[in-house]
C-alpha cells in the first residue's frame, strides 16, 4: 500500500451527521478531538489531507483551519470530478488516495481510489463499496481509526508514534 493522499468526507464521518440549531437559528456541529491524532499522524508522513464535503458552513472552516488541513473543498456535489482534477494537479493518482465517506454521494468516489472505508454506521448499500468497512461511527473518532490503519497497514505506525513523542519530549527552553 502506498497511499500519498488522503480525502475525508465531514458530515457522518468526523460527526455524527446531526445538524444542531439553537432557537436563534444557529448551527452547530459537534467534532470528536480524537480525528485529530489522525491528522498529526498524516502531518508526520508528510501525506496531504484534503477535506470534501458538499456542506458549505463556516463551522466546518474554522475545523480545517484549526487544524491545518491542507486543502479543503466545500459544497462540493460531484466529489470524484475535484478529487480527479486535485490528483492531477499534485501528481498524485486515485489509485494512490485513500477516501472515507458515509453517504450516496460519496460512493463515486469509495468506488475509484485506492483505498475506501466507511464509518460503522454508513448505509449497508454504502459500506458494501468500500475497501474497509471500519468499527467506530462517524463522529465516533473513526477519521483517527482510518488513518492509524492506513498507517498501521503501511508499516509505519511505530515511526510515526516515535517521531511524535520525539518531537513533544524536546525541551524548547
Known sequence: ???????????????????????????????????????????????PLVIMTGEDTA???????????DYLFMGIRNKLLVATTLCRDLG???????????????????????????????ADYVRSEANWRLSRKGGDGVFREFVEKIVTEMGLFDKVMSE??????????
Request: charged share 25%.
Open 1 to 47: 500500500m502506498n497511499i500519498k493522499l488522503v480525502i475525508t468526507d465531514i458530515d457522518g464521518v468526523w460527526t455524527d451527521g446531526g445538524m444542531y440549531y439553537d432557537n436563534n437559528g444557529n448551527e452547530f456541529k459537534k467534532f470528536n478531538t480524537s480525528d485529530s491524532a489522525g491528522v498529526m499522524m498524516l502531518r508526520g508522513l508528510n501525506i
Open 59 to 69: 463551522i466546518v472552516k474554522r475545523r480545517a483551519e484549526k487544524l491545518k488541513v
Open 92 to 122: 498524485v493518482t486515485l489509485e494512490e488516495t485513500a477516501f472515507i465517506g458515509d453517504d450516496i454521494n460519496d460512493v463515486p468516489l469509495l468506488r475509484s481510489v485506492g483505498l475506501s472505508a466507511t464509518p460503522a454506521n454508513a
Open 164 to 173: 511524535y513523542y520525539a518531537r513533544i519530549t524536546r525541551y524548547d527552553g
